[in-house]
């Protein structure tokens, strides 16, 4: 028998470096640091972005204290910063400077650029004129709002009361209500 047990203590160190391959693969999952430490700390505000994705969402725009447009969507999320708008099922109304003569548009998608004020609408746009009875067929119209133009750099057809328009690009300036076509424009009368 042993005389003093404290002589035993030299194999606590011993038993743990003999058996560590067994318990040390555990230790060091458990002690492995998680998450990202290039993401900044919540609350600094470095590096946030307000990304959201809604259903049903209304912009409404105003210049001059004036509302000039209601723009619905189905959706609305962020784009690659949260400074841009996509949408999803647009519905837009130009009210403008006569109320009296609206002018709706529609399209697939769109994306607005908030600090721009610039309106991008692609895929299936129809506008439509109910005041002069036109509609105005495209796949990509641009609204710029410190302009008040409209540019449509792809196919349109506008169809009237008695006429068709073809053209490969538009220009169309709302503050004075006149197109420029360009690019092989056929007029059916």
Known sequence: ????????????PLLLFVSSPLWKPALVAFLTPRGDFGASLSGSGEGQGQNFIMDAITIT???NGRKEWIIKAKRAFTGRTDRE??????DALYIGRDPGKPVRISSNRGTYYLD???LILIDSVVVRKPATHEVL???LLHYYDQ????VSPVDVKIVGKGFTIRA?????DLSTD???FSDGVIVDI
């Open 1 to 12: 028998m042993m005389k003093n047990p404290r002589n035993l203590l030299w194999l606590i």
């Open 61 to 63: 725009l105003n210049s």
């Open 85 to 90: 708008l996509g949408m999803i099922g647009v």
């Open 116 to 118: 721009e004020r610039h």
């Open 137 to 139: 067929y495209t796949d």
């Open 147 to 150: 302009t008040k133009m409209v």
């Open 168 to 172: 490969g690009r538009m220009d169309y």
């Open 178 to 180: 006149a197109y420029d």
